[in-house]
């Protein structure tokens, strides 16, 4: 058991005890009615020795409720009443100690206990696990600990008396001379032999009768197996005899039943298997049970270290890189065998699994574990073991609403509860209520009710909260089936009434749509070529149809769905995911029929509909800090930097395509989707530095002392991305005169150690890998532009923008900001350098006959009519960004409160100061909210030129409501009358707009 995992049940239990040392009598908060007084009276009558000790012991009072606390405990369980008569003196033991430290003692007792023999160890381990019992079970009905304190008690037991049975095993094996142990008095340390908790032990929950389900692993180079001794005979030798002390039945009862049918292959493999060959089982037939099963997998005794190492090993097999809904349904076919019916009718209490059975223990377990198959490769927080604990990190990372689970823990604990109570009337494994009424009455009692029917409609309203959560998370049945009408593709004919519907439906051609739906049964794409995934297509039908049926154009909804489906490398995992996240679905059809550019990408990388599945999603655009995080939880994964590279770019994609979705989704406006854009592309920049600096290391070494930063420039520096945005982006440094060179094996010049640097950074962002590509890159607006070297000396970049910058340069240079560097003192630096540049003095009328001259070549040049060419059209993008460029290098020099990289922000920057009228600001401010809002959708949306007669109407709807218009035609007219007011204002401000060589 970890440190950290007995702390947590050690404090857990010391919560449900109180912080005293108080005795298990004073501690009575549940007396459980008696079942018969005769029988109560004589077992009170066997237990006077006990009883007579209570009352030297304890004040009266609490010596009278332990009486009736016996009584009633003992009469209704009569396992516990045999533990109690045979031995009278521990009763009263138990009841005058501290639960806590009394079950404390025990498994430390168990964990040392030395024999001469095995028999001798086998009495005494037993001996100590009765006493466990009747204290657990005298502290559990009374309400005096808790549920952590009750399977954690077990759990640590069963810890400590598999120690005890190795230790013995490993000595007996040091007399034979077949082991030399590293640690005389701890013979497990670096044995290499260890065993594995697996299920309920795994996660520190074993209930009162459990088994221990154990996989049994050795390390055959670590293990120090001495003389004629061979590694696989002594160990399976070794664990057959390690079953036989822990499960044989004598005079003494049992300590734990065991089973080791968990392990890989069971009907192939010995007992105790080798680590290699388990890895080489794991990562090649593998199932997703087993991984399911694994989740709560704990080294638990033997060589401890040895088992976490292999645990760790294995981590890639259990948590996938992506959220894994493919294997959800293998998954659930597990809970399927174990109950086959969805109960839709009233629970019957009696004869009910509360284990396995509907809103029974197994649920909540599978809830949460499922979830965590999900989620747990990405989310490090949700690899606990321990049920609750999960249900309370899913809570908190927003999975499920903290409703779900408070009411699911209630129930885990009153069901777990039950479960023990079941098992204490006769120490049966069982999980099933009694079906007669009078055993069913005794654990009734033994729970606090006097009352059957009391304790049976509290029972079902538990059983029903279990499955009304767990129906909605796994249970989701294509429900739009019998509502649709008639679906049929099979065969070659089309199908009456299938047409009728998909016609019902908004399909104008129902026969076209027929013809494409049968088509992927075919087989004919890569994706759907498995019958797996045929079948997985198959069960998403009816929900499929109709979501895409739900857009304004099912046709074409159908038709771009049909072109992304493919392009798919492969099905079985979407299909699996669509069919468990209806609103998955549904956002994907709005994809298909509104943002053709969207339904691309998620075509040619399906993962990133992961980032939809976040509960994040439906939350605040996460900021600059939880993107950095999320980074690096994800670059802390890479094994190697080629890895590091496809993480990132997965990662970014991810989160690209999330920030689309709140666009369509209306949850961002197009300013917070241009913020967001470029939020992410500096932290995607500010991760990968100091990867690519330590890339270059290994050949060219480093530069000593010398500090670098990035500058973005462009939409990334003025925080106003799209989807199709380009980072423009400038590398500065500085490094001391002395430092030459680099002090690598390969040693570099300092001016080429940072072009090398530069190179590496320009193909982590843009060279294309398995995972696509982050960004085009363009370092063409450093000085001299492709004339001058990649990277920039500081000293070089200020003199050159002191003489030797253009106009334009200085336009440029207003939206610079540094995003990533070596220290803040150097990015202090180039703010200040950027900064002194900017409001420098100027002649006001000799910029603006140069910024308008500029804008007059540009458009000589680009110029066009079409309103949709939103940048460069007359009045356009570009003219409010020159006025606002103009306006700070203008004004900077008295009002350095105007400077903004972010156009809009300036704007108003330069209202607030006074530099622009209210009248022109409220003709600009609106205008370069409509353009961006516009722009943003259409690159989300669309690729290449916008025409306005193609797109589809879903896209003309989007812009629509990006532009606050009620419909398309109005949005043009509302667009073309911003264009002629900003060009109004513009030859205001600026200056004229002449053709070149123009009078």
Request: with cysteine; glycine share 6%.
């Amino acid at each position: 058991m970890s440190e950290a995992e007995t702390t947590a049940i050690e404090a857990s239990a010391a919560d449900g005890e109180g912080a005293t040392s108080r005795p298990l009598a004073a501690r009575i908060a549940c007396l459980p009615e008696v079942a018969d007084k005769t029988a109560a009276d004589a077992i009170l009558a066997d237990l006077e020795p006990a009883l007579v000790v209570l009352g030297e012991r304890l004040p009266a009072e609490q010596a009278e409720a332990a009486r009736a606390l016996l009584a009633g405990a003992l009469s209704n369980a009569s396992y516990l009443r045999d533990l109690a008569t045979r031995d009278p003196e521990r009763v009263a033991d138990i009841l005058t100690s501290a639960p806590g430290e009394r079950i404390d003692h025990l498994v430390d007792s168990a964990r040392e206990c030395v024999a001469e023999d095995e028999a001798t160890l086998m009495s005494a381990l037993r001996g100590y696990k009765k006493d466990l019992a009747l204290t657990l079970a005298l502290g559990d009905i009374a309400g005096a600990v808790n549920l952590d304190a009750v399977t954690g008690g077990l759990s640590r037991f069963a810890d400590a008396a598999l120690t005890a049975a190795i230790r013995f095993c490993l000595r007996d094996l040091e007399r034979r001379g077949r082991f030399t142990p590293r640690d005389e008095a701890a013979p497990e340390r670096g044995c290499g032999y260890t065993v594995l908790a697996m299920g309920k032990y795994g996660a520190l929950e074993l209930n009162y009768s459990s088994d221990i389900d154990l996989i049994v692993l050795y390390d055959p180079d670590t293990a120090p197996i001495t003389g004629d001794g061979e590694a696989p005979v002594e160990f399976v030798r070794m664990t057959k005899r390690i079953v036989k002390i822990m499960s044989d039945r004598t005079a003494d009862g049992y300590v734990f039943r065991t089973d080791l049918r968990l392990r890989p292959d069971p009907g192939a493999t010995p007992l105790a298997m080798s680590i290699p060959a388990a890895l080489v089982y794991y990562e090649s037939l593998g199932q997703n049970w087993e991984r399911a099963a694994l989740i709560k997998a704990r080294a638990c005794a033997g060589d401890i270290p040895c088992g976490e190492a292999f645990l760790r090993e294995i981590e890639p097999f259990i948590w996938r890189k992506y959220l894994d809904y493919a294997s959800i349904a293998d998954v659930h076919s597990i809970k399927r065998q174990i109950h086959i019916h969805k109960g839709h009718g009233e629970i019957a209490v009696a004869g009910h699994n509360v284990k396995l059975g509907r809103g029974g223990i197994r649920e909540v377990e599978f809830f949460a574990q499922t979830q965590q198959l999900i989620a747990g490769g990405r989310n490090k927080a949700l690899r606990g073991r321990r049920t609750l604990d999960t249900l309370e990190t899913l809570a908190g990372l927003g999975w499920i609403a903290p409703e779900a689970c408070a009411e699911l823990s209630s129930a885990y604990v009153y069901l777990r509860g039950v479960e023990h109570r079941i098992q204490m009337l006769n120490d049966e494994q069982t999980h099933i209520l009694p079906a007669e009424d009078e055993p069913r009455a005794r654990v009734a009692r033994l729970m606090g009710h006097a009352d059957l029917k009391a304790f049976e409609d509290d029972l079902r309203a538990r059983f029903r909260t279990v499955q009304r959560h767990y129906s909605a998370l796994f249970e989701n049945e294509p429900e739009l089936a019998s509502d649709l009408g008639n679906l049929v593709f099979t065969g070659d004919d089309d199908d009456p009434e299938t047409l009728e519907t998909l016609a019902g439906l908004g399909y104008r051609r129902p026969r076209e749509a027929c013809k494409i739906v049968r088509a992927w049964h075919f087989g004919r794409y890569p994706a759907v070529r498995s019958s797996r995934a045929r079948e997985r297509l198959t069960e998403l039908h009816p929900a499929l149809i109709a979501s895409l049926a739900s857009t304004d154009n099912a046709d074409n909804a159908l038709l771009a769905f049909d072109n992304f489906l493919s392009k798919l490398p492969a099905g079985v995992q979407l299909f699996s995911l669509l069919r468990s996240n209806p609103e998955l679905l549904r956002l994907l059809a709005t994809v298909m029929g509104a943002a053709p550019r969207l339904s691309e990408l998620v075509s040619k990388r399906v993962h990133v509909l992961d980032a939809v599945l976040d509960p994040a999603f439906f939350g605040a655009m996460p900021t600059a800090d939880e993107f950095r995080a999320g980074l690096k939880r994800t670059l802390d994964l890479a094994r190697f930097y080629e890895d590091a590279l496809d993480r990132a770019r997965i990662f970014a994609q991810e989160q690209q395509f999330l920030i689309g979705l709140r666009l369509l989704t209306d949850t961002l406006n197009a300013h917070q989707v241009g913020e967001a854009l470029a939020r992410l592309a500096e932290t995607v920049i500010e991760g990968l530095m100091p990867r690519v600096i330590a890339n270059v290391a290994e050949n060219h070494g480093t530069l000593p002392g010398a500090d670098w930063a990035v500058i973005a420039m462009g939409k990334l520096g003025g925080r106003e991305m799209t989807a199709a945005s380009d980072l423009d982006l400038i590398l500065l440094y500085e490094h001391d005169d002395d430092e030459t060179q680099s002090d690598g094996k390969r040693p570099l010049a300092a001016s080429q150690y940072f072009i090398r640097l530069t190179q590496r950074l320009v193909a982590a962002l843009s060279a294309p890998t398995a995972e696509g590509f982050l960004y085009e890159v363009d370092f063409r607006l450093r000085p001299s532009g492709n004339a001058g070297p990649l990277a920039t000396r500081l000293a070089s970049f200020e003199a050159y923008q002191a003489s030797e910058a253009w106009t334009w340069e200085h336009m440029a240079l207003t939206r610079a900001r540094v995003i990533a560097s070596s220290s803040r003192e150097f990015r202090e630096r180039i703010d200040a350098l950027i900064d002194r540049t900017l409001a420098r003095k100027r002649d006001a009328a000799a910029l603006a006959s140069e910024v308008a001259a500029m804008r007059a070549r540009i458009e000589a040049e680009k110029g066009t009519s079409d309103i949709w060419d939103i940048k460069q059209v007359a009045g356009g993008l570009v003219d409010v960004e020159f006025i606002a460029q103009y306006l700070q290098l203008a004004n900077a020099h008295d009002a350095p409160d105007i400077l903004s990289q972010t156009t809009e922000t300036a704007l108003a920057r330069a209202q607030a100061a006074g530099c622009l009228s209210d009248t022109d600001a409220e003709t600009l401010l609106p205008a370069i909210r409509l353009y961006q809002a516009l722009t943003q959708v259409q690159r989300l949306a669309l690729e290449g030129k916008f025409d306005p007669e193609g797109v589809p109407k879903g896209v003309k709807d989007l812009l629509a409501h990006a532009g606050e218009a009620p419909d398309f035609s109005h949005l043009e007219h509302l667009l073309a009358d911003r264009q002629r007011g900003v060009r109004e204002v513009f030859e205001r401000l600026v200056g004229k707009v002449e053709k070149p060589g123009r009078e």
